[in-house]
């Protein structure tokens, strides 16, 4: 039990590592997008005498091996490709790199678990691999979910920045475009990225109401679906754009006021649900630490493997149940 205790213990701490790793990866690429971006403004060096770190070389190399693979992505899995079109925010990033990066995680997820069946001694199966192969696969869409969660946020709370500077820019006398084109300078992270994407499909020729049709699908907000509404009334039969945006100010500054308040009234609540949401967990930990063979009959058996499953589907249940009981929808 031990010895397959320390296995486990092994298996965690290289997912951990490759967890980290890929993370790093992403931090270092945002830097490198912020270096790009403010480039213009610093002066200038000698790239011949520029020291590059064995890192630096490796991940600049890996991103040069990601955009050579774009071409035979789009051409074997074009749908799949196609799926990964809502995740792409820079210029720099195309779909297809999503999908080759998930092909390299699963190598590495691959070559993990033959290291560790090395430890242990034991020949990897074909269901093994298999199985590496698809949580490696599925993984990055993990991370692409939690970005595009987060991103939705603060998309949601810089809405209202953008309607004020949008407003003010129809106020001025500005059409549309110049509106849109003076809101994706002025808005800072994601939200400013949606509106240069918005702002390059105008000026390729695309209507109002489809870009900010496609905007509202992209962010998934009720303001964003409002304001696209709004703009496509506006745009088919007219009138008083500057009193239409001054509503929509008012109202999501009213929103935003009264969710403010609920956050408040709700924090000893949600206080509440996360120390329910440790206390089996804690309980489980107290048991093994006074008891470490307390729960070896769950391991030695089918059945017993059966039971871990349902219970922690009924801890999912459970957590999931108290996240509906405090939640509070506005």
């Known amino acids: 039990m ?18 980290t790793i890929i993370t790093l990866f992403i931090r270092l690429d945002n830097a490198i997008k912020l270096e790009k971006r403010i480039a213009k403004y610093s002066i200038k060096y000698n790239k011949e005498k520029e020291n590059i770190s064995i890192f630096d070389k490796v991940f600049r190399w890996y991103l040069h091996f990601v955009k050579k693979q774009r071409k035979k992505m789009k051409k074997l899995f074009p749908n799949l490709v196609k799926r990964y079109d809502k995740y792409v925010l820079h210029e720099d990033v195309k779909a ?3 999908l080759t990066h998930k092909f390299v995680i699963s190598i590495v997820f691959i070559l993990l678990t033959v290291v560790a069946m090395a430890i242990q001694g ?10 590496s192969f698809i949580i490696g696969f599925m993984i990055l869409d993990l991370f692409l979910l939690i970005e595009k969660k987060i991103n939705r946020k603060r998309v949601e709370e810089d809405m209202l920045k953008a309607i004020i500077i949008m407003n003010n820019a129809f106020k001025s006398g500005k059409s549309t475009i110049q509106a849109v084109e003076i809101a994706s300078k002025k808005l800072p ?13 105008m000026k390729y020729g695309l209507s109002i109401e489809t870009v900010f049709s496609r905007f509202a ?12 509404s709004s703009l496509t009334i506006l745009n088919r039969t007219g009138g008083n754009i500057i009193a239409v945006f001054d509503s929509i100010e008012k109202t999501l500054f009213d929103k935003m006021k009264l969710k403010e308040e609920l956050k408040n009234s709700t924090t000893v609540s949600k206080l509440v649900v996360r120390i329910l949401l440790f206390v089996p967990i804690i309980f489980i930990l107290i048991i093994y630490f006074l008891n470490p063979s307390y729960f070896d009959p769950f391991f030695e058996s089918t059945l017993g493997y059966i039971l871990i499953g349902i219970i922690i ?4 249940i459970y957590a999931y149940l108290l ?4 939640k509070v929808n506005y």
């Open 217 to 228: 699908k992209r962010v998934n907000l009720e303001e964003a679906e409002y304001l696209s």
């Open 2 to 19: 031990e010895k397959s205790l320390l296995v486990i213990l092994i298996q965690i701490l290289l997912v951990f590592a490759v967890i």
């Open 313 to 316: 589907f009924m801890f999912i």
């Open 189 to 201: 992270g994601v939200i400013g990225l949606e509106f240069k994407k918005i702002y390059e499909e």
């Open 122 to 131: 034991k020949v990897i199966t074909l269901i093994q691999l298999f199985v």
């Open 96 to 98: 297809a790199d999503y």
């Open 323 to 326: 996240d509906r009981i405090v």
